[in-house]
């Protein structure tokens, strides 16, 4: 079997198991489900456990970029989360392949379209202070884009790491699974920011991100 078909099984898996979990655990759980925090509150429902956010970035320079990745999670079974994320990214790179035939450097332009499942479980349980923000977070996460240039031996266009291309457009399809942790620092009521430290497990060459991954998002309850 080949590497990449092997992945991507892999890949598939992870994300029936978290799945498999989600169901397994919210079957078994109480109808109320214990507070984030040791504060009296409303008794909860389906949209109090509901949490909206996302984060949006963009960068200048020799490389443009904007990101924009909206977010939803449920709160499901004590401080465990069950989130979903939709990501567009696009980028501009100035002087990114060197055209040998025309002894000049080319323009690279792309916009990317994904999305991802993630769990993300909470530390109140084992602290009633401000550590009890910090969490673990896992994800998959699915992308893709179309590069203005085809991989071939013996093209004339050369990337910055020495690959040869000819004119024409591929897609790129990219899998990855994130591991890492953060922290959730309330700034209102039931508004909050998160920081995120991310490390990718099936990190590639066609990949856009490198390690160690960094996302700063706002979450807002409902």
């Keep these: 079997m080949r590497p990449e078909t092997m992945k991507k099984y892999i890949l598939k898996f992870i994300l029936i198991f978290l799945c498999l979990y989600i169901y397994m655990a919210t079957s078994s759980a109480q109808d109320s489900i214990p507070s ?111 590069r203005p240039f085809i991989n071939a031996n013996g093209g004339h266009i050369y990337d910055p790491y020495g690959n040869s291309y000819i004119q024409g457009k591929q897609v790129v399809e990219v899998n990855s699974v994130f591991v890492g942790g953060g922290y959730r620092q309330p700034v209102a009521n039931r508004v909050s920011m998160d920081f995120l430290i991310l490390f990718n497990l099936n990190d590639s060459y066609n990949s856009p991100y490198s390690n160690p991954i960094f996302r700063l998002g706002v979450g807002v309850g409902l």
Aim: charge should be neutral; avoid cysteine.
């Design 36 to 146: 984030l925090s040791s504060a009296p509150r409303k008794p909860d429902s389906f949209w109090r456990r509901v949490t909206v956010g996302g984060n949006l970035g963009v960068q200048f320079g020799s490389v443009t970029g904007v990101t924009v990745s909206p977010e939803v999670s449920l709160r499901t079974v004590d401080n465990l989360y069950l989130g979903l994320r939709f990501l567009y990214q696009y980028y501009n790179y100035k002087n990114y392949y060197w055209n040998d035939d025309t002894k000049e450097y080319m323009r690279y332009e792309s916009s990317i379209y994904g999305g991802g499942i993630y769990l993300r479980y909470y530390l109140n349980s084992l602290f009633d202070n401000f550590l009890g923000n910090l969490f673990a977070h896992v994800e998959y996460e699915y992308q893709y884009y179309t």
